[in-house]
């Protein structure tokens, strides 16, 4: 069973930065995609953000692309997310995501989300 | 960017009703849609991929159809646990999509 833990959440200026991860455990990262995922306080699901399981390929939210990074590390089974120029509309519960390999890719499993809070 | 209108936005039922969730899409998604289940301070779970097939550990009662711009998820039956929030998301191109929920309250 995956198991993901997100870390890094934090009460950050506009205009700052952070840094969040997302460890996995249960299965070898390497075989699975990965997402970040957030939720708007009171609010729909978001997807951000995706990068493939050997790293290759990234794709990105129009709303984050240029401000947000994600990579990771298969040796550490970490995800991250880097959050640049960070806007009160960023606020919000950042979920890393799981898709296993298949034809029609779902997120699979889900963490238990870390808070992001950009304010004054 | 394909958007994703889910109907109602809002529903009210009963234990034991029957009740179905539209999902739209603006452009065909072929069977690539998934269907989300969230409990107030949960995390998301997924209920059904690929439109019609039941993840492994989900209820029977749970059912979803269609393909193309039109789908539906089907709860019969309904349980007490079944009172949540429920989204469809594409999975064919990028960005990926969420329809914008529908909750589910006890009438």
């Known amino acids: 069973e995956v198991h993901l833990v997100e870390s890094g959440g934090d009460l950050v200026e506009p205009g700052g930065s952070l840094r969040l991860s997302c460890v996995v455990s249960?299965?070898?990262?390497?075989?699975?995609?990965m997402h970040w995922v957030r939720q708007s306080p009171g609010k729909g699901l978001e997807w951000i953000a995706y990068i493939r399981s050997g790293g290759s390929a990234t794709y990105y939210a129009d709303a984050v692309k240029g401000r947000f990074t994600i990579s990771r590390d298969n040796a550490k089974n970490s995800l991250y997310l880097q959050m640049t120029s960070l806007r009160g509309e960023d606020t919000a519960l950042y979920y890393c995501?799981?898709?296993?390999?298949?034809?029609?890719?779902?997120?699979?499993?889900w963490g238990q989300g870390t808070l992001v809070s950009v304010s004054s | 960017d394909i958007q994703m209108t889910q109907a109602p936005s809002s529903l009210s039922a009963s234990v034991g009703d029957r009740v179905t969730i539209t999902c739209r899409a603006s452009?065909?998604?072929?069977?690539?849609l998934n269907w989300y289940q969230q409990i107030p301070g949960k995390a998301p779970k997924l209920l059904i991929y690929s439109a019609s097939n039941l993840q492994t550990g989900v209820p029977s009662r749970f059912s979803g159809g269609g393909s193309g711009t039109h789908f539906t998820l089907t709860i019969n039956d309904l349980q007490p646990e079944d009172f949540a929030s429920y989204y469809c998301q594409q999975s064919i191109s990028f960005p990926r999509t969420f329809g914008q929920g529908t909750k589910l309250e006890i009438k």
């Open positions: 249960g299965v070898p990262m390497r075989n699975l995609a």
């Open positions: 452009q065909s998604v072929s069977n690539y």
């Open positions: 995501v799981s898709s296993v390999l298949a034809v029609v890719t779902r997120f699979d499993h």
